[in-house]
Every structure is written in structure tokens, then in C-alpha cells.
């Protein structure tokens, strides 16, 4: 999958391409349809998108947590679904003061565009006064397929990524699963931590939590982690580990797989959280946590 960073360096595609448009947090069920009818014969498939999400910018009160608030995580679900071409745009202020119509022209101008594809509900432009019908009608206009999608429902209810945040926060992991068509994952990259997990006999792959992502309840939880294309299982602790002293005290990741043995260190993971064991909690002594973490490797 080619990623590029600005409408400039679309000058060098050589074939047209059909633009899948939104934002597209956690890539789930809907997306994928949306993604899916990007296919227009001789067309390269692509999704334009955006680095951050445009509340940050145009109401910052208003910013949601993010399902997947890492561009490698983002990334590598696009790249599964088959997307080429992925042009991922800062959000700035110059591209929110864009109308819809000026916001499509710079984009059509940039690279031949066979065609565009959005949910139904999607909106953008100066003021959101772009949304699917204005797609419809440009894409008529200048002879390019316009494929809208009505949202998907599933578990009760229309897919969107504010109910996937929803069911994540209360930790229902399995509807939000069946929502998003993968394992909800928590990735970043393994940092040196204090090192005693280790000397408990329970190595563990330490990460340091994105701030802005949505995160179900602190507790142990059942994980699978693909490392060198093998799936590993384990368990990991999701919180703020309240057994051991720490001056500041920041939101971890702290993974052990069973049967590893290798150097995990600098690596990027990605954590599937499969199954709530038990909920996150204060021990006595380091003892009494080398105990619950043998108990809690037993669960598996």
C-alpha cells in the first residue's frame, strides 16, 4: 500500500483512482463496506483520510477517544482490506476552511478520480455542508462513479464507532468485536519498565498506553499477539498497576506470553485483548501478585 501525505504527491499516480472518503476510527464493519465499493474496473483502489480527527481541531471538547489512535494500526487494517493508495491529509486549518466543492476540485485536480465512495451519513467541508446527496450530484457532474453506503447494523443496532467506544468502555469486547470485524487491539511499541514482572518469573512486554485511546475497564486480560507471522497467547494487565510505587502513574499495557522467550524490546505490538479475566487490583505483597499471576495464566 502506498501512503502519501499531501494531494501534491498525487501527481505521480499513473492509473485513476476510486477514493474511499471518512475518517474511518477502528476500520470497522461499516468502513469496510464503504472501502469495499472503492472498485471501479482499472481504477486503483484508495482511502482518503485524515491523521488526526477533525474535532481535535474544530472542537476540542468534543474529541472522542480513539478505537485505533495509532497510524500503524490504521494502516495495517487498510492495507488487509486491499486499499493501494492511502492519502492521509493533516487536518488543518486551511483544509477545514475548505468547501466541499473546492475540497473535491483540489483533489480531482491533484489525480485523475474514477470514483468516490462514502457512508451514508458521512459529512465534511467548511461547516460539514458536504455530505453524501453533494457526492452524489458532484460525481454526476464530472462523469465519476459515486457508490454511498447506508449504514451497516449488527448487535442490535446501526454500526458506528461511537457505539464500538460505547460497548469498549463497558467492556463488552465481544459485540464490539463482532462490530468491527477483528479483535479490538492495543498497540505501541515495548518499552524497558522496573523489570519486575521478571523477576517474579512472569516476563512482560511493557506499553505505554496512547493517551487518546478508548480503553476498556483495567483488569487481566486473556491476549493474542502475532510475532514473526505466529500468534502468541498470554495474558496482560491493563491499568495502573496499583501494587507497585511510582512517582507518576501512566495507563500500561503489560503482556506475558506464554512460552516466549525472546528479546521484545524497541518491537511495535499489537494486542489483542480476547477475554476479561479479572478485574485490576491492589495486592498485599509482591508474593501474594506472583500468586494471582500463576492463577491467572492457569485461566488460558
Known sequence: MKILHSMDELAAMNRPVHWALGFFDGVHFGHRRVIASADTPGAWRGVLTFAEHPLALLRPEKQPELITPLAVQKHALLAALGVEVLLELPFTPALAAMAPREFL?????????????????????????????????????????????????????????????????????????????????????????????????????????????????AGVYEVAVPIDGEIRRGIANLGLRPTIEESRKVVRLETHLTGWSGDLYGRELQVALRRFLRPERKFASVEELRAQIAADIQML
Open 105 to 217: 476540485d483540489a483533489l480531482r485536480t491533484a489525480c485523475p478520480v474514477a470514483g468516490l465512495s462514502v457512508g451514508r451519513n458521512w459529512r465534511f467541508g467548511r461547516g460539514g455542508a458536504g455530505d453524501a446527496a453533494f457526492v452524489e450530484a458532484y460525481a454526476a457532474e464530472h462523469g465519476m462513479r459515486a457508490c454511498v453506503q447506508d449504514m451497516a447494523e449488527r448487535e442490535g443496532g446501526y454500526i458506528c464507532s461511537t457505539r464500538i467506544r460505547e460497548l469498549l468502555r463497558s467492556g463488552d469486547l465481544l459485540r464490539a468485536e463482532a462490530m468491527l470485524g477483528h479483535p479490538f487491539t492495543i498497540g505501541g511499541v515495548v518499552e524497558h519498565g522496573q523489570k519486575l514482572a521478571r523477576r517474579l518469573g512472569f516476563p512482560t512486554a511493557n506499553i505505554l498506553v496512547h493517551p487518546q485511546a478508548v480503553l476498556p475497564p
